[in-house]
């Protein structure tokens, strides 16, 4: 059972595109809501996050948006580079817990 | 990978041995997990830690047991391992939400990865 749903597993964008990825969840008990980038051979780093009593949050090129009645959110990557080819993974926290529950990621390739 | 070091960094065993992982960090974090990442699986959590012998399952545990004896040491342990056990196996640590709420954070609770553990059961 796959409580945080991400999509598309693979990501081809050009130099200076939007990259774009979702992810859904079901449990209306998640608080927190993070995107981490994993680099090949590295462990994953949060990147950016969001609780739900916002609807977007930007960091850089990098924004998240979310509706909460939809129960969906989604990271948003401007003026995608090379450098952003990587794995990211969503993810999603249960009130008053320490777990973290991750999408089944999304391998992204930025090319010039 | 500051303050987390998992050994060994690749290990190749056959069916049926035990094999251990460990994790250690110096960070003083109250919490430790022990994910696997599989292709189309993303991070799977297979135990987690919130104190010195205190421990609990995630959602892929079967198969597996941990130990933690000192804040600093989370072990993983496979008792007879199975080919369906390869795996590329990440120990991550946070603190509570508690002490991050107190120390101004936003109080929800930010893993640091280790590098991995890539184990491969023949």
């Known amino acids: 059972q796959q409580q945080v749903k991400q999509s598309p597993q693979s990501l081809i964008v050009q130099k200076g595109g939007i990259s774009i990825i979702n992810c859904a969840y079901e449990n209306t008990a998640f608080d927190y809501f993070p995107w981490y980038q994993q680099f090949p051979g590295k462990g994953p780093a949060l990147l950016i996050a969001?609780?739900?009593?916002?609807s977007e949050k930007k960091e850089g090129r990098f924004t998240i948006s979310f509706n909460k009645s939809a129960k969906q959110f989604s990271l948003h990557i401007m003026d995608s580079q090379p450098g952003d080819s990587a794995t990211y993974f969503c993810a999603a926290s249960i009130d008053y817990t320490d777990k973290l529950i991750f999408g089944t990621g999304t391998r992204l390739q930025v090319f010039p | 990978d500051a303050g987390i070091t998992q050994s060994p960094r690749h290990k190749v065993t056959e069916t049926g041995t035990p094999v251990t992982l460990r994790c250690h960090q110096t960070?003083?974090?109250?919490?430790m997990y022990w994910y696997r990442q599989d292709p189309g699986h993303g991070l799977r959590l297979i135990h987690y830690?919130?104190?010195?012998?205190?421990?609990d399952k995630g959602e892929v545990s079967d198969g597996y047991s941990v130990s933690r004896s000192k804040t600093e040491d989370f072990l993983l342990t496979l008792e007879s391992a199975t080919s369906s056990q390869t795996s590329v196996y990440f120990c991550a640590i946070s603190e509570s939400r508690g002490t991050a709420l107190a120390q101004g954070h936003s109080g929800a609770n930010v893993l640091t990865f280790g590098a991995g553990s890539r184990l491969t059961v023949l």
């Open positions: 830690s919130y104190g010195v012998k205190d421990t």
């Open positions: 969001i609780r739900p009593d916002v």
């Open positions: 960070e003083n974090h109250r919490y």
